[in-house]
């Protein structure tokens, strides 16, 4: 089976978020079983030169963008073991940063032309593509409209995976229309057209063979008005086509036993992880204690987070004999008053605006907690990542947080973090409070940590669902 990957980010390349995470670790586990799986991406300006000097040039074309001929090469390179290519353009692609820009409508719409634009050079004739959110949204509808009848193209069929709904891709319908040439018929209602708009992730979810996210939960959810960001409709249309597979993660990559970022090596001990917890301490400026429960969070500091939530009673949270250590970027406003507040209490908390590897893998060694209380996640690698690292997550039962951490049952002794459910700032905090108190105690903050050991967070599950997806589509539905 050829599989080809579409994604705006890919680790180790360039990433954001979760997508890009994702993208750097999924096809490694789905070659293993078996299939011939590559992924096609932008080239960024962004992508470090050790990649870049790497990379050799396939093929050159130019296509045709509304009244323009575009320049596109493809390049390719082979990194740990699977084959990336990449589509040249500088004009488009050679800025800082990945998206944000007021011409990205232009340089997604160039983006996805060019990938099927790129397939006959390739030597590789996908029986799937397998897209990734809005960036590459208008391929599903592409093949269909302009490629169904050329033979190369026609047995291609094509999935479509919602890493969040939030971000649809949204643009003035007559320059989707010029930029795609699509017909005015995709303009309409039951096509395109959004708000008298024109959206990507809507014709990918109309157009696609079949349609996935990222956990069970949110796959209902985003069938509701509540979490369905105005798609709803579209989505429960396709309910019977929609899979939630949830995400895993590199647990190679992400292992305190040989993680280098993590000075005292550990797997279950909780002794040396808090010999690293005091070490980090030590590092941010914080009373060294091995005894004061830390509470990380490694996030984008964007509303979807629930910081509004952590804002709303951060006074009482840091009334707690606790520690509190926030990492990432995002909105100003929540930059500007986390790192206010940090200033304010400078005894119990430290926040850190940056987008940084190493620093996260401190926190996730260093924590005792993991706060994630999301107003949505459609699945969330941030309570994964602190099931390996032992840092025991609590988080809003909602999409994957859901469906990852069981909520620790005091009769039961049974579960694996501690949950709430409404959106609602002291809910969250009763949880925390709950979470501290259950660390004082030995033997139960053990019992959960027991339990966390066994929760398995690796690829091989989810990759298997994608093998079996991938097979009916391509063996039963031709
Ligand atoms: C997005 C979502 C996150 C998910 C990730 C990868 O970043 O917000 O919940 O885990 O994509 O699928």
């Not at 040249?88 to 990938?115: H, I, M, Q, T």
């Not at 429960?236 to 949830?246: C, F, N, Q, S, V």
């Not at 910081?307 to 004999?321: G, K, P, R, S, T």
């Not at 930059?335 to 401190?362: G, P, W």
Request: aromatic share 12%.
């Amino acid at each position: 089976m050829n599989i080809l990957f579409v994604a705006s980010e890919s680790a180790p390349f360039v990433k954001s978020g979760g997508l890009g995470e994702v993208i750097g670790s999924l096809p490694k586990q789905i070659k293993k079983k078996g299939a011939d799986i590559r992924v096609i991406l932008p080239k960024y300006g962004d992508i470090p030169e050790k990649f870049k000097n790497k990379m050799t040039t396939k093929t050159e074309f130019t296509i045709q963008l509304d009244w323009r001929n575009q320049y596109c090469g493809v390049q390719e390179l082979q990194e740990n073991g699977i084959h990336y290519y990449f589509i040249d353009n500088e004009f488009y692609f050679k800025r800082p940063g990945l998206y944000g820009y007021g011409d990205d409508g232009e340089r997604f719409v160039y983006f996805n032309k060019a990938v099927l634009e790129a397939i006959p050079h390739l030597d590789f004739i996908p029986d799937i593509i397998h897209c990734h959110d809005w960036q590459s949204g208008l391929i599903p509808v592409c093949l269909k409209a302009q490629y169904a009848d050329k033979p190369m193209y026609r047995n291609i069929k094509t999935i479509f995976t919602i890493h969040n709904l939030k971000y649809q891709g949204v643009f003035p319908k007559p320059l989707l229309k010029s930029l795609t040439d699509l017909d005015d018929s995709y303009f309409a209602n039951d096509s395109l057209e959004f708000f008298d708009q024109a959206n990507c992730m809507k014709g990918a979810l109309i157009y696609s063979d079949v349609i996935t996210t990222v956990s069970h939960t949110y796959a209902e959810e985003i069938q509701t008005s509540d979490c369905g960001e105005q798609l709803e409709g579209v989505i429960e249309k396709r309910k019977k086509d929609l899979y939630g597979i949830l995400n895993g993660i590199d647990v190679k990559n992400y292992n305190p036993v040989t993680d280098p970022n993590v000075r005292v090596k550990y797997q279950n001990s909780l002794f040396n992880k808090r010999l690293n917890k005091e070490r980090f301490q030590k590092q941010i400026g914080l009373p060294v204690n091995k005894d004061i429960p830390m509470i990380g969070m490694v996030s984008r500091l964007v509303e979807q987070k629930g910081y509004d939530l952590v804002a709303h009673v951060l006074d009482e949270i840091l009334e707690m004999d606790i520690q509190l250590v926030i990492l990432g970027t995002g909105e100003k406003k929540y930059e500007l008053f986390f790192e206010d507040a940090a200033k304010r209490n400078s005894n119990k908390m430290v926040t850190i605006i940056k987008f940084d590897e190493v620093l996260a893998r401190k926190i996730y060694s260093s924590s005792d907690m993991f706060l994630m209380p999301s107003l949505f996640e459609p699945c969330g690698i941030g309570q994964l990542l602190s099931y390996q690292y032992r840092a025991v997550p609590i988080v809003r039962e909602t999409g994957g947080l859901k469906d990852t951490v069981k909520p620790y049952n005091q009769y039961s002794g049974e579960g694996t973090g501690f949950t709430f459910v409404n959106y609602n700032a002291h809910d969250m905090l009763f949880t925390i409070q709950r979470a501290v108190e259950c660390y004082h105690n030995k033997e139960v903050w053990h019992s959960i940590i027991n339990s966390i050991k066994k929760v398995n967070v690796s690829w091989d599950k989810p990759a298997r669902e994608y093998i079996s997806l991938y097979k009916q589509l391509v063996f039963v539905l031709n």
